[in-house]
């Protein structure tokens, strides 16, 4: 079935074109999505990494220099 | 023991179901292992890089032995810095960032230990079987199947460790660098399965499913997105998880993570077909590929940014801390690969860039300075930490890092001016029309100072390495080890994330089965349009008439080319340029590959195209120039191989490989399977014969040679026997649309043109 449908697409020149729109539709609907999340939310996902543990910050050291 | 205050202030913002303690213990152990794993093979596979790079100007390095040749260990050295040092490095990486991301421990300690060892089995393996010649050509993908197996086998496991250990983690939100590790295990088993689908023709031989230019566009399915979720995703979830931790500062802007991730893993995977520019490869492909290649700038310099701008009033830091120079040079070589590949993408760009060392020199970018800066970075970061003691010597790190970055800059600079000079001379046209170097090999002489500038760039950034592994021993040997570390972090609170459910970014954060679903259909959207049309579609591969199956002795002889590792320097397949049809013969027609598993189509063009070499020189030519080079073209680059003049060719195994290639689709009948022996044996003679006219006389006809004479003078000559309207298929005629050339004329006069071409293209 799915081979009659893709024969029966036309030209497949037109294929790219289609592919181009579906890209540009789920980019415009990431770029919406990104910009309607909470600042607040977004802000304290991003410490998440610094949420660490005391003993993994030791400063580096110059005593062989 | 360590508490995360943060943790427990947001413990309370869940409610007090979510406020209960529990203590638990980081794994460092295998976090320890990886890290020696990378910087042993990262040594190892770089020192083969070394080699590669000396034999391209000292050919005799090779000792003339098979196990030391170019195209024999070009392989060794791209899995072993790919899959043994990124490879240790992203799972040492995602090992350590995970377990403390999701403040749990591993979710199985024999999954991680399994893959460790397994991984570390599968190098070993590799190690051993590319230089015996076991290959399956396909680049990046060059193991066997029970090897081939054996990665599925690992994969799915440190895939079902990564899924565990968040299904099991104490933080509910997972953050961007645990997404962009979901996509990279999901993605890389999907590419690894699909690309080396293959049928055995014995416990080390094996021929792909997909034939000419199907199992062209998987196979650069597969290897531009092994880049994009080997090389790229992982290490991306790694900056996103060392730089701000390194900084002390939170990332620039997680919006634009969001932004990066999606758009990344959504787009990457369509651009593939840029690999196959003016191939034999369908226009639509390509142009899809193209587009999509120049889209993927956007969401490559969003992350890229993301990473340079979490700095913004934090450079002070990058002068005192050599962690940090790694890391900003590893970003900023990531942003200016992400800006080049998107340019070579470009058609017009390509024709010149593509076979040339140009492309060596993007890659090398991307390898040495994003790749190999950022695992350097993350090195100098975990080793004082997994040890409890500070790094040996700072200014011992910071001699690596402008070391380091000189060799960068002594292996990239050659080699861009190596790619367009080449790219220049093969095209250069002298007033008269004529090809203004028509011999190939006086292109490659010009190029050999690059080549020893590029070995110079390749010492000293080996010697920085060295530097490093002396100051990370040595900052072990100071401290003490913690193997389990302590820590504590309040209990998910399943409940209460259940009641926060809505349809935010946020929410996804905290679903991982949902999140893994759509990463995987974002991935899967892109392969699935670019790769099933040519399954389906009978007009993107026109068959011609004339183009037959190899012979017996023929296929013998292509397993041997294909062991030999010929595919590393030499191309077969012409594109429809001037300057090519002028040098080579008649561009290549999609038509001609139907019978080719695996393809053979190769990326570079160290030596001269092969595709139209059959008949182009007598038998004894060949003989001549395989046993050594130079005796027909002076100061030729390529090694010797006289072990195919003393090894007898093993005819036993046609049987099974004749079978193993029908039941991929080429029809060879019960007939020509029984009587391969015989059609073997009549073949040999004539190639001795023909050996005999070109006063070599004592050529014994059961030699590898003779098999390989024969592949090669089959090369590219059933489309001359055929009647002109017979290459006058729909594929063609997209071709000849491209070039304005008449298909119905071409075959004769641009024989005749290249005939007349002066001097053969001989290497």
């Given at each position: 079935m799915i081979h009659n449908i893709l024969r029966n697409l036309?030209?497949?020149?037109?294929y790219g074109i289609v592919s181009l729109c579906l890209f540009c539709a789920v980019f415009t609907g990431v770029l919406a999505w990104a910009f309607l999340q909470r600042k607040s939310d977004l802000d304290r996902m991003a410490q998440a990494p610094l949420e660490a543990e005391s003993d993994e910050s030791p400063e580096p050291s110059n005593s062989h220099e | 023991m360590s508490i995360d205050a943060a943790a427990l202030s947001s413990a309370k913002q869940r409610g007090p179901a979510g406020a209960g303690i529990e203590t638990f213990k980081y794994d460092n152990h295998i976090v320890r292992a990886f890290m020696i794993a990378t910087a042993i093979w990262g040594l190892a596979g770089m020192a083969v890089g070394l080699l590669i790079a000396c034999e391209l100007f000292w050919p005799q390095v090779s000792l003339n032995t098979p196990f030391m040749t170019f195209g024999r260990i070009r392989p060794l050295h791209t899995n072993a810095v790919i899959f043994a040092f990124v490879g240790n490095g992203m799972f040492c990486g995602i090992y350590y960032s995970v377990q403390r991301l999701l403040k749990t421990r591993m979710f199985s300690d024999a999954l991680s230990w399994f893959n460790f060892w397994g991984w570390q089995a599968i190098i070993v393996s590799a190690v051993i079987t590319l230089p015996l010649g076991l290959t399956s050509s396909k680049e990046y993908a060059e193991l066997e199947w029970p090897i081939d197996i054996a990665i599925a086998v690992v994969w799915v496991a440190f895939t079902v460790n990564l899924l565990g250990t968040i299904l099991k983690r104490r933080e509910k939100h997972m953050y961007v660098a645990i997404w962009f590790y979901i996509a990279t295990a999901i993605t890389v088993a999907m590419l690894h399965i699909i690309n080396s689908l293959e049928i055995p023709a014995g416990l080390f031989k094996s021929y792909s499913v997909y034939a000419g230019v199907q199992d062209a566009l998987v196979q650069w399915w597969y290897g531009h997105n092994a880049v994009a979720f080997f090389l790229t995703t992982p290490y991306l979830g790694l900056m996103y998880y060392f730089l701000p931790k390194a900084a002390n500062r939170p990332i620039f802007s997680y919006r634009l993570s969001i932004i990066h991730f999606w758009g990344l893993i959504f787009i990457y995977i369509w651009a593939g077909p840029h690999h196959l520019l003016y191939t034999a490869l369908p226009d639509w492909a390509q142009s899809l590929g193209m587009v999509f290649s120049i889209m993927l700038i956007a969401p490559s310099w969003g992350g890229m940014l993301n990473g340079l701008l979490t700095l913004r009033g934090a450079w002070d830091k990058v002068r005192q801390e050599p962690m940090l120079k790694f890391m900003v040079v590893a970003v900023t070589a990531y942003g200016m690969a992400t800006l080049e590949g998107p340019t070579l993408a470009v058609k017009s760009v390509n024709a010149l860039s593509h076979y040339t060392d140009w492309t060596i020199a993007h890659v090398h970018t991307g390898a040495l300075g994003w790749n190999g800066f950022l695992t350097f970075s993350m090195l100098y970061w975990l080793f004082p930490r997994l040890y409890n003691t500070k790094l040996w010597s700072t200014k011992l790190a910071n001699y690596h890092f402008w070391i380091g970055l000189m060799g960068m800059m002594f292996y990239v600079v050659p080699m861009y001016t190596s790619g367009i000079t080449a790219g220049l001379m093969w095209r250069q046209f002298t007033k008269e029309g004529f090809l203004q170097y028509p011999n190939f090999l006086e292109t490659t002489i010009r190029l050999i100072p690059m080549y020893q500038l590029r070995a110079i760039g390749g010492t000293l950034y080996f010697i920085g390495l060295v530097m490093m592994l002396v100051n990370l021993y040595k900052t072990a040997k100071a401290g003490r080890f913690i193997g389990d570390q302590e820590a504590q972090a309040p209990a998910l609170n399943r409940a209460a994330s259940r009641e926060s459910v809505k349809l935010g970014h946020r929410w996804l954060e905290g679903v991982p089965i949902t999140f893994t679903v759509l990463a995987t259909v974002a991935v899967l959207v892109g392969g699935l349009i670019e790769i099933v049309p040519m399954f389906l579609i009978q007009e993107n591969v026109p068959t011609i008439a004339s183009v037959k199956p190899y012979s017996p002795l023929e296929m013998l002889g292509r397993d041997i080319y294909i062991r030999e590792g010929c595919v590393g320097c030499h191309s077969q397949m012409i594109r429809p340029f001037r300057s090519e049809t002028e040098r080579y013969g008649e561009y290549s027609k999609a038509g001609e590959f139907v019978y080719d598993h695996p393809f053979l189509w190769g990326s570079k063009r160290t030596g001269p195209d092969l595709h139209r070499i059959g008949g182009k020189y007598p038998d004894a030519w060949h003989y001549n120039h395989l046993e050594n080079p130079r005796s027909t073209s002076p100061q030729s680059i390529m090694p010797n191989y006289p072990w195919l003049l003393s090894q007898t060719l093993d005819t036993t195994v046609s049987g099974d490989r004749m079978r193993a290639l029908r039941k991929v689709g080429v029809p060879y009948t019960d007939a020509e399977i029984r009587n391969a022996q015989q059609s073997m044996q009549a073949q040999s003679k004539l190639v001795v014969a023909n050996l005999a006219t070109g006063?070599?006389?004592?050529?014994?006809?059961?030699?590898?040679i003779i098999a390989v004479i024969a592949y090669l003078q089959r090369l590219g000559t059933d489309i001359k026997k055929a009647p002109a309207s017979e290459t006058s298929v729909s594929g063609a005629g997209r071709d000849a649309r491209a070039t304005g050339i008449d298909i119905k004329k071409a075959p004769a006069s641009e024989t005749a043109a290249s005939n007349t071409g002066a001097a053969p293209a001989n290497n």
């Open positions: 036309g030209a497949i020149q037109e | 006063s070599i006389t004592n050529a014994p006809p059961d030699r590898e």
